[in-house]
């Protein structure tokens, strides 16, 4: 596996999708994150800009499943500056681990990960989320038609949102859609 390019302070917006992360950045200042969960860590990218948008102190806590991936990343969050007090890098499927994070101790929960588990995922962080957090679940642009996993697994998904009086969502339409939910005091 190839390590990922380093990571310049000055997160370019260009890569991998423009306006994504600047949304993460974004939503992460406006709840003054402090603890966030981000289900699939991938190259890092998503991280950086998260931290970006935390408050100084924060911690990211960054669920994947490859730990080659994992410790490539961790090299990339400190090559861009962030200390290893403001990280915590879990290798393991998220279905395993979100289930023993702590109820209502997250301020923002960030999931780009493998859409069939987006169902599970979504019950998981809503548990997570204090009142007034945020959920952001990237990927989930309602396709018209088709009757796939994935596709069932994110119709699903939407409609467990929209049904849920605990959340006010909103469907942003960059990177392959981004559902983002409030969760009300």
């Known amino acids: 596996m190839t390590r990922p390019e380093p990571a310049r302070a000055d997160v370019r917006e260009d890569a991998p999708v423009a306006g994504l992360g ?11 994150a402090r603890a966030v969960v981000e289900v699939g860590t991938g190259t890092g990218w998503g991280g950086l800009w998260l931290l970006r948008g935390m408050a100084p102190d924060g911690v990211l806590t960054s669920i994947d499943v ?4 994992q410790r490539a990343t961790r090299r990339t969050f400190l090559d861009a500056g962030h ?9 393991g499927l998220a279905g395993e681990v979100l289930p023993r994070l702590t109820d209502g101790g997250y301020d923002l929960v960030v999931v780009d990960g493998v859409r069939t588990e987006y169902p599970s995922h979504l019950v998981e962080a809503i548990r ?7 959920l ?3 990927g989930v642009q309602e396709q ?18 929209r049904e849920d009086p605990r959340l006010a969502p909103v469907l942003l339409p960059l990177g392959a859609g981004l559902l983002c939910a409030s ?3």
Not at 22 to 32: E, G, I
Not at 66 to 69: A, I, K, N, V
Not at 128 to 134: D, N
């Open 22 to 32: 600047p949304a993460l950045a974004f939503l992460a200042a406006t709840v003054s």
């Open 66 to 69: 490859d730990p080659e991936q």
């Open 83 to 91: 200390g290893p007090s403001r990280l915590r890098l879990i290798v």
């Open 128 to 134: 997570l989320l204090r009142p007034g957090g945020v």
């Open 136 to 138: 952001a679940l990237h």
């Open 144 to 161: 018209p038609t088709g009757d796939g996993p994935e596709v069932v697994a994110v119709r699903a998904t939407l409609d467990m949102v």
């Open 183 to 185: 969760r009300r005091a």
